[in-house]
């Protein structure tokens, strides 16, 4: 291996055999690598894909659906924390990552991704649903609130929140919006739950620091003073 | 691991008829309603459908109506918590609200429909995970091997394919003598729910009797169990989210003492709700005690035959049905 320097990917295999293989006639052949170098072979593939991939604009006939008929319109109107907008939202998009990079209230936490954790629980009508598991094309014409809805417009934290603080609620925190809103849903239908009902209605939200006691204390907390 | 999703059309009808023209032009469309079974399917990236319909906003599929002969109807894209909170339904059938109670968590009831909780896939990991089995058109089964882990997986009626039926409410569907009401080529028919689950021996691919274009419109539930005495018992590995490892649910009705008509229906343990009647025919018509409760521990399970990993269903089972028949003394 003398003279070689650093392995250089734009520079083409070495002449020469590399492997020797016995052939079916007793020849011994010299096996060579196929003599096309890195930046050839990419040009290549680049190409074919150009080829392949406008053809199919080009000469396809098979229209994907009638004209009458359509598929969602990307743009639409989504009511979050009372605020209508009008998004572009892709069809297979879920609601948590409209909320997170779309609007930008990076509250609603993505745990999970597969409606297991309640990280992302945000409420669609005053019931909670996980946004993570929920197309944001369902959401036309239902009122979402996030847990930035959550305090009053001036600041001021909601019973729920306040006890939460004062319960040291939250230890990493991640789980906290959901907990948030899963909790103030409750207590919003259902003003004073007892101990049972609360462990119910908190059922779908996992908290991995294992803090569910002291949220359920400040619900309890919230409960009595709200 | 999940992923984001393929792209798909995503198509919205807003009427009966627009959902079923959709369906008519595209014979690959996935429908979706709650859409909580098939994101996850989506997610994984183990089904691509280039279609997608969802159901859930058309109006006539939703809502609880009284018929007339003391039953209810159930449209097939109601929430699970508006059937479990149903003053209608909790009157009358309470073990379906009960049952539609302990599905998964809150946030996937409030969304997750009843349509959907009965007509769901299959939770075998080797299936969900993509393996090609029988059931996804393959030629193995991964699950029903000496290594495999399948404690979750089948005691009775296998045929190649071992996975259970991991639904909470169908049980209940089976033992109510529930009809399902579901619409193919522009025509509604009726489908008992005994038929309506369909075992690997009929169709290894798929759970129901539903096929691609077909529309489950609703559930009508007789009269006939209404008010009945009922019990309901879900053993998961976590009270939240998981699925049935056995289910138990029984409607009875009890006079003087003795058990008159009764339904008992076991979930998780085969690919439908398994009706028992061998142990429906030892408690007709007795008066329930500890001697029954041996009796119905000896037949519950009669003919089970565990896999490598799930020998622990079979005394789970019959101390679950046991335990039914003990709430009617």
Known sequence: MDGMGPYDPTVDFPEGPAIAEIAADGNVKPWRPLHVSRRNFLRGVVCSGIVIGGSSYLFSTATPARADVRGVERMMSLTVNGKTRRVDVAPNETLGYTIRYRLGLTGTKIGCNQAECGACTVMADGRTIYSCSTLTHRMRGINIVTVEGIAAPDGTLHPVQRAFIEEIGPQCGFCTPGQVVAAVALLNSNPNPTEAEARVAMSGNLCRCGAYDHYMRGIMKAAREG | ?329
């Open chain 2, 1 to 329: 691991m999940s992923d984001v999703m393929h792209n798909f059309e995503l198509y919205q009808p807003n009427s009966l008829q627009g959902a079923a023209d959709l369906l008519d032009e595209f014979d690959d469309a996935w429908i979706i309603a709650g859409a909580k079974d098939s994101l996850g399917w989506f997610k994984d990236r183990v089904k691509q459908p280039a279609v997608v319909v969802d159901l859930g906003g058309i109006p006539e599929l939703a809502g609880i109506e009284p018929t007339d002969d003391g039953g209810v109807y159930i449209g097939a894209a109601t929430t699970l918590t508006d059937v479990s909170e149903s003053t209608l339904v909790k009157e009358r059938f309470q073990i379906l609200s009960v049952a539609a109670s302990n599905v998964a968590s809150p946030q996937i009831r409030n969304s997750g429909t009843i349509g959907g909780n009965i007509s769901q896939d299959t939770r075998c990991v080797y299936y969900r995970d993509g393996f090609p089995c029988y059931r996804a058109g393959g030629n193995t089964c991964y699950a029903n091997t000496p290594t495999a882990m399948n404690r979750e997986h089948a005691l009775f009626e296998v045929s190649r394919c071992v996975a259970v039926t991991p639904s909470d409410t169908a049980p209940a569907m089976v033992a109510l003598g529930a009809i399902m009401i579901i619409r193919r080529d522009g025509e509604e028919m009726e489908v008992p729910a005994s038929e309506y689950f369909i075992g690997p021996e009929i169709d290894i691919t798929r759970m129901t009797v539903l096929e691609p274009g077909d529309i489950l419109l609703g559930i009508r539930i007789p009269g006939e169990w209404a008010n009945a005495r009922h019990y309901f018992e879900k053993i998961a590995d976590r009270n939240t989210w998981d699925f049935a490892l056995v289910s138990v649910t029984m409607v009875a009705k009890v006079a003087g003492g003795a058990i008159g008509d009764v339904a008992m229906v076991c979930g998780g343990v085969q690919c439908t709700p398994r009706r028992l009647t061998e142990v429906e025919d030892v408690i007709r018509g007795e008066v329930p005690g500890p001697e029954m409760e041996n009796l119905v521990r000896r037949v519950a399970s009669r003919g089970a035959k565990p896999l490598n990993f799930n020998h622990f269903k079979v005394p789970l089972m019959e101390n679950l049905a046991a335990r039914a028949v003990r709430s009617l003394a």
